[in-house]
């Protein structure tokens, strides 16, 4: 795989499970809306990607050994990644009752996350089961904050 499509499909991917689950288990929390919840997925699949997509590609433009077509490549691929793995988490929310669609996507972002870090690993010739209990850990942290943070939010509207 070009090192461009790499660039942007890891990060992409990495960043559409963690900002989104916790978008998603925040404002859950907070809100208990399903309304809420599809609306913060559907602003991160939007806002978020072209974010992060002008982000690397402002990142890789930086590198004056980019090429044009490397800094594209990254951004297309990022863009793509992200929104598509973000608007992944709003069918549980169309689909099932909201509790059950958070823990449905909490389950999924840690599936993702760990087949990508397993891959990773494999790549780098690492130990999987050290690659994939760090960054599901760092996953498992942001849910864990981001739940409380909307509880703590909700305690302002009651």
Same mark, same amino acid.
């Given at each position: 795989m070009r090192a461009s499509l790499r660039t942007g499909i890891t990060f992409g991917l990495t960043s559409a499970v963690i900002t989104t689950l916790g978008l998603m288990v925040g404002l859950n929390s907070g809100t208990k809306s399903k309304l809420v919840v599809l609306g913060g997925v559907l602003t991160i699949a939007i806002a978020d990607a072209f974010s992060d997509a002008l982000g690397i590609h402002m990142s890789e433009e930086s590198e004056s050994s980019r090429s044009n077509r490397h800094v594209w490549g990254a951004t297309i691929s990022t863009f793509l990644a992200k929104s598509?793995? +973000?608007?992944? $988490?709003?069918?549980?929310?169309? !689909?099932?009752? #909201?509790?059950?669609?958070?823990?449905?996507?909490? +389950?999924?972002? $840690?599936?993702?996350?760990?087949? !990508?870090?397993? #891959?990773?690993?494999?790549?780098?010739?690492?130990?999987?089961?050290?690659?994939?209990?760090e960054h599901v850990l760092i996953a498992g942290l942001v849910v864990v904050v981001t739940y409380w943070v909307g509880e703590w939010v909700s305690t302002f509207a009651g």
């Open positions: 598509t793995f +973000a608007l992944a $988490f709003a069918v549980p929310v169309f !689909l099932l009752p #909201l509790g059950t669609a958070i823990v449905a996507s909490v +389950a999924w972002g $840690f599936f993702i996350l760990s087949v !990508l870090s397993y #891959l990773i690993a494999k790549a780098q010739r690492k130990p999987p089961w050290k690659v994939i209990g």
